[in-house]
């Protein structure tokens, strides 16, 4: 009874940690977070679809106190890279936290639940969408690199 336990927990897990098969680290040194967790998807790129959300998340550990942490993201395609404008329900990552909460230690884990909204006007092309959080003194807590496909509904 015990190796199937432990054998069922050992096929969860790998399966929780193939979802950052990837997910590359972003320019400059910037820390990439613990893990990524993409919902309904085991390998980059994934597939998103318009007029739906990517729903991702992010497991990660806090080198310095973070009294706020605020979400920006970049997309990259066809050569061009543009800033994200996220919605206003979406700019303070503090709110979207499944595991901590603000304000963080240093040395603290926390989850946070990423929603990217695919809105309908993306072409359906592939996109590299950079992710990154700063804390309360702009200070990089993590960046990742993500390729997703855009697809039509």
């Known amino acids: 009874m015990l190796a199937y336990v432990f054998i069922l927990a050992l096929s969860a897990s ?20 613990q893990r990524i967790v993409i ?10 679809f318009q007029g739906s959300d ?10 310095r106190p973070a009294n706020e942490l605020r979400p920006q993201v970049f997309a ?3 050569g061009q890279t543009i800033e994200y ?18 304000p963080l230690s240093a040395n603290e884990d926390a989850t946070y639940r990423f929603s990217f909204p695919i809105t ?15 804390d309360h003194t702009n200070q990089v807590v993590f960046c990742a690199l993500i390729d997703i496909h855009v697809r039509l509904r």
């Open 54 to 63: 990517a729903l991702m998340y992010t497991d990660m550990r806090t080198e």
């Open 85 to 102: 404008f996220l919605p206003p329900n979406q700019q303070n990552a503090c709110d979207h936290l499944t595991v901590g909460s603000c």
């Open 14 to 33: 790998s399966a929780f940690v193939s979802a950052t098969e990837g997910i590359r680290p972003c320019t400059g040194g910037r820390p990439l977070p």
């Open 39 to 48: 919902d309904g998807c085991n390998q980059t790129p994934c597939d998103v």
């Open 76 to 78: 990259t395609a066809l």
């Open 120 to 134: 309908p006007v993306y072409p359906p092309i592939p996109v590299t969408v950079e992710l990154s959080l700063f």
